[in-house]
């Protein structure tokens, strides 16, 4: 996030570049999701979009674990409908964020574009870039990707990731063997 603006919007590829100038067009916009009094509201949009995809679901004390450490922001259209969502674990020190969640609501709204969702998702990641740079970061963190592809369902994630940089910095994620049981023992 060091970089000018231009700059990183220049290392995005063709496509991503595209899918972003059309959602703009498109009457896409950008806010911070209020966190007032709104943790069960982005709860129940997690869990909802979690039991789609078939992944794990988050509780509530896992949540408010990480929720004052966490910026929300959110895609909405031109009525105002939530497009799309993406949380980030924030490190102020290092003046770095990790996506945590990213929450496309096309799977848990009837009748809707998937390929417009899948524009204001991209724009989203733009807007945020943006955002933390304009708020001190230094790095923006999507998460990671597969190096060693043998998964084949992270593989549109992957390409996703990769349209809007080549930059893939080798980091580990590890929890000790005590810190697993006491998050277990807790019903983490």
């Given at each position: ?61 896992e949540l408010n674990y ?9 895609a909405k259209d031109s ?46 990641h733009w807007q945020d ?60």
């Amino acid at each position: 996030l060091e970089q000018d603006e231009n700059l990183i919007f220049k290392e995005f590829s063709k496509g991503t570049k595209y899918e972003i100038k059309r959602a703009i067009r498109e009457g896409v916009n950008f806010s911070i999701f209020k966190k007032e009094n709104n943790i069960t509201s982005y709860l129940n949009y997690y869990n909802e979009f979690a039991k789609a995809k078939h992944l794990s679901l988050i509780s509530l004390n896992e949540l408010n674990y990480y929720w004052d450490n966490l910026i929300i922001t959110q895609a909405k259209d031109s009525q105002g409908n939530i497009l799309s969502i993406h949380s980030y674990l924030t490190d102020k020190k290092l003046k770095r964020v990790r996506l945590f969640h990213s929450i496309s609501l096309f799977r848990i709204i009837d009748n809707i574009d998937k390929n417009f969702i899948g524009r204001a998702n991209r724009f989203l990641h733009w807007q945020d870039i943006i955002y933390f740079k304009n708020n001190n970061y230094k790095l923006y963190d999507m998460g990671g990707v597969a190096l060693n592809n043998n998964d084949t369902s992270t593989i549109g994630i992957d390409k996703f990731k990769l349209g809007f940089s080549q930059n893939i910095i080798k980091e580990y994620n590890l929890v000790s063997p005590l810190l697993f049981l006491l998050m277990k023992l807790k019903k983490f």
